[in-house]
């Protein structure tokens, strides 16, 4: 049988509507179907995961729901019920006939609640508020807050929080919560960054638990590079079953791997820092305390560093060696490049290069189907990157993996969002 949506049901894939049956581990093994396990004996959780597989699916039906989950379709039918009449969930037509009455599908509601997403880079803070789907709504960004003490940027986060909201006509009690992103080491489970910013009162601070009780919302902490590998997953962009790796480059460079659409968390939910792998064991010192790391060798800084040491380029490109803002810097390296000029072509490359060693390790380590190159430095040059990249990967690895740009589309004239936005090509647009 083939719902709407071309997806095998029943076929013995494993899948109802591209929702897996089963509850996949990370060491590749599966656990029993969801229905026997504990976690069902919660009526909150079972409400959650019901909906999440309807938003994993984009449109579903409930006997599909049924299958997915091993619960009883009166189960199933009193849960979406309860969605329903939350506003979360909706009837969306008819699927594809299957030799009997066709079955309703169900989707999300995508204006009943929002969310709030907050990225705190280096020199730049990123909020924006999207819907159920991931929609975008709103969007500002300004500068300065990571060199702030946290006792006085947290605030000012939440007040242009609430101006944002009230922009986009969005009433508070309609928020589900906040998803704060950053860089570097974290403590996920307590909400603290240990990384220091560029000023050390951010190491240590409980920035999840202070922002949360200055909002009233929950607020969940988490790693930009992980996050945008998951925002892959939910954008509809990989198969659900599938590894994929995420290399993530702004002004520095991450990694997240995924596997059937759980994110590979390790020990301590630091895993997959690629940008502080070591490639010369005779290299600088990270100030990480690592030796000869990525980063300082592909990273924007690395690549800015070494153009403004690069004779004619700083002036040709009227680069500011004091210059605040490094995405500035690196994109306007990243333009020259794409227009063809040889330095600035070349500096690009050999960062590229660099990366695909990385992507190479990523390969060889986690097995990965396919590896993503999302964050708003790739996208800037983005069918540069992914041509070396893919070069590199194909000429040192025993099978192909593909390397693809990430699902995100403009939102500055310099820069692109990773998660808003269909999945696009690597040409710029």
């Given at each position: 049988?083939?719902?709407?949506?071309?997806?095998?049901?029943?076929?013995?894939?494993?899948?109802?509507?591209?929702?897996?049956?089963?509850?996949?581990?990370?060491?590749?093994?599966?656990?029993?179907?969801?229905?026997?396990?504990?976690?069902?004996?919660?009526?909150?959780?079972?409400?959650?995961?019901?909906?999440?597989?309807?938003?994993?699916?984009?449109?579903?039906?409930?006997?599909?729901?049924?299958?997915?989950?091993?619960?009883?379709?009166?189960?199933?039918?009193?849960?979406?019920?309860?969605?329903?009449?939350?506003?979360?969930?909706?009837?969306?037509?008819?699927?594809?006939?299957?030799?009997?009455?066709?079955?309703?599908?169900?989707?999300?509601?995508?204006?009943?609640?929002?969310?709030?997403?907050?990225?705190?880079?280096?020199?730049?803070?990123?909020?924006?508020?999207?819907?159920?789907?991931?929609?975008?709504?709103?969007?500002?960004?300004?500068?300065?807050?990571?060199?702030?003490?946290?006792?006085?940027?947290?605030?000012?986060?939440?007040?242009?929080?609430?101006?944002?909201?009230?922009?986009?006509?969005?009433?508070?009690?309609r928020v589900l919560g906040v998803g704060l992103v950053s860089y570097g080491p974290q403590d996920r489970r307590v909400g603290v960054l240990l990384t220091p910013q560029p000023t050390g009162k951010w190491l240590d601070y409980p920035v999840a638990r202070r922002l949360a009780?200055?909002?009233?919302?929950?607020?969940?902490?988490?790693?930009?590079?992980?996050?945008?590998?998951?925002?892959?997953?939910?954008?509809?962009?990989?198969?659900?079953?599938?590894?994929?790796?995420?290399?993530?480059?702004?002004?520095?460079?991450?990694?997240?791997?995924?596997?059937?659409?759980?994110?590979?968390?390790?020990?301590?939910?630091?895993?997959?820092?690629?940008?502080?792998?070591?490639?010369?064991?005779?290299?600088?010192?990270?100030?990480?305390?690592?030796?000869?790391?990525?980063?300082?060798?592909?990273?924007?800084?690395?690549?800015?560093?070494?153009?403004?040491?690069?004779?004619?380029?700083?002036?040709?490109?009227?680069?500011?060696?004091?210059?605040?803002?490094?995405?500035?810097?690196?994109?306007?390296?990243?333009?020259?490049?794409?227009?063809?000029?040889?330095?600035?072509?070349?500096?690009?490359?050999?960062?590229?290069?660099?990366?695909?060693?990385?992507?190479?390790?990523?390969?060889?380590?986690?097995?990965?189907?396919?590896?993503?190159?999302?964050?708003?430095?790739?996208?800037?040059?983005?069918?540069i990157y992914q041509a070396v990249i893919q070069q590199e990967v194909d000429r040192r690895t025993f099978a192909r993996r593909p390397i693809r740009c990430g699902s995100y589309r403009r939102s500055t004239g310099r820069t692109r969002r990773r998660w808003a936005g269909r999945?696009?090509?690597?040409?710029?647009s």
């Amino acid at each position: 049988m083939t719902d709407a949506r071309g997806t095998g049901a029943g076929d013995g894939s494993g899948t109802i509507g591209g929702v897996s049956k089963v509850a996949p581990r990370i060491d590749g093994t599966e656990e029993d179907t969801v229905a026997t396990s504990p976690i069902w004996a919660s009526r909150p959780k079972t409400r959650g995961l019901v909906l999440d597989l309807i938003r994993s699916a984009r449109t579903i039906t409930r006997i599909e729901l049924a299958e997915a989950t091993g619960l009883t379709g009166a189960t199933i039918s009193e849960v979406v019920r309860e969605l329903m009449g939350d506003g979360l969930v909706v009837e969306a037509g008819r699927g594809a006939p299957t030799g009997g009455k066709p079955r309703t599908l169900v989707q999300l509601n995508p204006l009943a609640r929002y969310s709030v997403g907050i990225q705190l880079e280096r020199n730049t803070c990123v909020i924006v508020v999207v819907d159920l789907a991931g929609r975008q709504v709103a969007r500002t960004s300004f500068q300065g807050v990571a060199t702030m003490p946290p006792e006085q940027a947290l605030p000012l986060v939440a007040s242009q929080i609430d101006a944002l909201l009230a922009t986009a006509a969005v009433d508070r009690d309609r928020v589900l919560g906040v998803g704060l992103v950053s860089y570097g080491p974290q403590d996920r489970r307590v909400g603290v960054l240990l990384t220091p910013q560029p000023t050390g009162k951010w190491l240590d601070y409980p920035v999840a638990r202070r922002l949360a009780e200055i909002l009233e919302l929950p607020v969940l902490l988490d790693n930009d590079a992980a996050a945008a590998a998951i925002g892959e997953y939910w954008m509809g962009a990989v198969d659900p079953r599938s590894t994929y790796g995420c290399i993530y480059m702004a002004t520095g460079i991450g990694g997240g791997v995924v596997v059937a659409g759980e994110v590979y968390r390790g020990s301590s939910s630091n895993s997959v820092e690629i940008g502080h792998i070591s490639i010369d064991v005779n290299g600088d010192e990270c100030p990480c305390g690592n030796i000869g790391c990525l980063e300082n060798y592909a990273g924007p800084s690395a690549l800015v560093r070494q153009a403004l040491a690069t004779p004619g380029l700083a002036q040709r490109l009227a680069l500011d060696p004091a210059g605040a803002d490094l995405l500035t810097e690196f994109a306007r390296v990243a333009a020259a490049a794409n227009a063809g000029d040889p330095d600035a072509r070349g500096l690009v490359e050999q960062s590229a290069r660099y990366l695909g060693s990385a992507a190479v390790t990523m390969t060889g380590l986690f097995d990965v189907d396919t590896i993503v190159l999302a964050g708003p430095s790739f996208a800037v040059a983005s069918s540069i990157y992914q041509a070396v990249i893919q070069q590199e990967v194909d000429r040192r690895t025993f099978a192909r993996r593909p390397i693809r740009c990430g699902s995100y589309r403009r939102s500055t004239g310099r820069t692109r969002r990773r998660w808003a936005g269909r999945p696009s090509s690597c040409r710029a647009s």
